[in-house]
């Protein structure tokens, strides 16, 4: 966890995404706060580092910051 806390993220647009894709994404979510699943996000920021993709946003139920990994297929 430590060497993803120190990884050079950058922002990506996520809205740059389709509107099917940035919905999935919005709503298939795990909250670790809640502990629960497809809870849904708002205000997502998508950013990548050397290693991962991934979109931060806030738990549409309790308001805590949930992080969605994206694993991008060639």
Same mark, same amino acid.
């Given at each position: 966890?430590?060497?993803?806390?120190?990884?050079? $993220?950058?922002?990506?647009? @996520? #809205? /740059? $995404?389709?509107?099917?894709? /940035? /919905?999935? @994404?919005? #709503? /298939?979510?795990?909250?670790?706060?809640?502990?629960?699943?497809?809870l849904g996000m708002k205000n997502p920021k998508e950013y990548e580092s050397e290693s991962r993709?991934? !979109?931060?946003?806030?738990?549409?139920?309790?308001?805590? !910051?949930? !992080?969605?990994? !994206?694993?991008?297929?060639?």
């Open positions: 966890m430590n060497d993803e806390l120190n990884e050079k $993220r950058v922002e990506r647009d @996520f #809205s /740059q $995404r389709s509107a099917e894709e /940035q /919905q999935d @994404f919005l #709503s /298939q979510t795990w909250c670790n706060n809640c502990m629960e699943v497809d993709v991934w !979109i931060e946003g806030e738990c549409l139920k309790c308001g805590e !910051i949930t !992080i969605t990994e !994206i694993v991008e297929e060639d």
